[in-house]
Nanobody, 124 residues
Framework: QVQVVESGGGLVQAGGSLRLSCAAS????????MGWFRQAPGKEREFVAA????????DYADSGKGRFTISRDNAKKTIYLQMNSLKPEDTAVYYC?????????????????WGQGTQVTVSS
């Protein structure tokens, strides 16, 4: 079993940057694919980015391509989401999730463990 805890959210002006972190517990962390999702008020939770077990493969939603970078450090059992050129429409609660699918999964249903989320607010 894996527990994940997000951190790094906050308030930032449009055009700014934030780096989210997700610390995981569990001896088998390196076996899990990991992902970031977000949910804005009144909207469904949506895929942001995913990374496979080794970090050698990543996938991004179109909304974040060229601006967001997902990475992982298996020794630290942590994944990151570097977000640059932030826009007001990026405002949401960002969730980290772990998947027993070791590859890059983009569907919510493929994720088995979820964090509580961290708020990201981008002001215009």
């Amino acid at each position: 079993q894996v527990q994940v805890v997000e951190s790094g959210g906050g308030l930032v002006q449009a055009g700014g940057s934030l780096r989210l972190s997700c610390a995981a517990s569990g001896r088998t962390f390196r076996n899990y694919g990991m992902g970031w999702f977000r949910q804005a008020p009144g909207k469904e939770r949506e895929f942001v980015a995913a990374i496979n077990w080794s970090g050698g493969s990543t996938d991004y939603a179109d909304s974040g391509k060229g601006r967001f970078t997902i990475s992982r450090d298996n020794a630290k059992k942590t994944i990151y989401l570097q977000m640059n050129s932030l826009k007001p429409e990026d405002t949401a609660v960002y969730y980290c999730a772990a998947s027993l699918v070791a590859g890059t999964a983009s569907n919510l249903s493929e994720y088995d463990y979820w964090g509580q989320g961290t708020q990201v607010t981008v002001s215009s």
